[in-house]
């Protein structure tokens, strides 16, 4: 099952224009992270927050984590037309020491266009 | 360093049909996952392997597909027989120690069509 929940579902912008995307989840988790998908291509990392966390940056990105209100929001400022992809937030529940690894569980993304 | 590697990048099949896909994670990088990415929706993991052991295949349809990770580097995923529900994109991802970050590296996938 799906933990987090994009939302909107698709959002479309002109270049030049922030971009908000809003992530909801249900259980408590121990870190959110978001990830990029182009079209037909993998999933790029980029940037993960901490459960302890409430706000951080890199680059033009901002991400908050409300952990009162399960939810998560990613910031994209002055947007370009490479930004055009699918943005996914997936949550972890901690080091699994039975895996041997964190587990993620994946939203449904939200599919941003940004026009030129 | 090079990225997590898979193949095919396509492939089409007929229902009931066999396919099987390749992925070659990143070097020292002993958790490798396998998901199912459907149309429209976000990746669901099918398996987890640490070096060549599963730890989670809760989610893998058994009955149809199976994987395999030889060795703790390489790992196979197949389909025998395909059915339509199965078209998808299939991506490999791997992770490195706990020590380091708690990232994933993702491969480019292996879009399937089942026809």
């Known amino acids: 099952s799906q933990q987090g929940e994009e939302d909107p579902q698709a959002l479309s912008i002109q270049e030049g224009e922030n971009a908000t995307m809003n992530c909801s989840y249900k259980t408590s988790i121990n870190n959110l992270q978001w990830y990029r998908q182009n079209s037909g291509r993998g999933l790029v990392h980029l940037i993960l927050i901490r459960s302890n966390e409430r706000e951080k940056h890199s680059g033009r990105l901002r991400v908050t984590l409300d952990t009162s209100k399960k939810s998560s929001s990613l910031l994209i400022t002055a947007s370009r037309a490479a930004d055009t992809a699918s943005y996914f937030c997936a949550t972890d529940l901690g080091w699994d020491s039975g895996a041997g690894s964190y587990q993620l569980t994946f939203g449904k993304g939200t599919k941003l266009s940004v026009i030129p | 360093e090079a990225g997590v590697a898979q193949s095919p990048r396509y492939k089409i099949i007929e229902k009931r049909q066999s396919v099987a896909f390749w992925c070659n994670p990143i070097s020292g990088h002993a958790t490798l996952y396998w998901y199912q990415q459907i149309l429209g929706q976000g990746p669901k993991l099918l398996i987890q392997f640490q070096n060549n052991g599963v730890v989670d295949d809760s989610q893998l349809p058994k009955d149809r597909f199976s994987a395999e990770r030889l060795k703790g580097v390489d790992s196979t995923l197949k389909i025998q027989p395909a059915k339509l529900e199965d078209s998808a994109v299939y991506l490999c991802?791997?992770?490195?120690?706990?020590?380091?970050?708690?990232?994933?590296?993702f491969g480019p996938g292996t879009r399937l069509l089942v026809l």
């Open positions: 991802a791997s992770s490195p120690p706990r020590t380091v970050q708690e990232t994933q590296y």
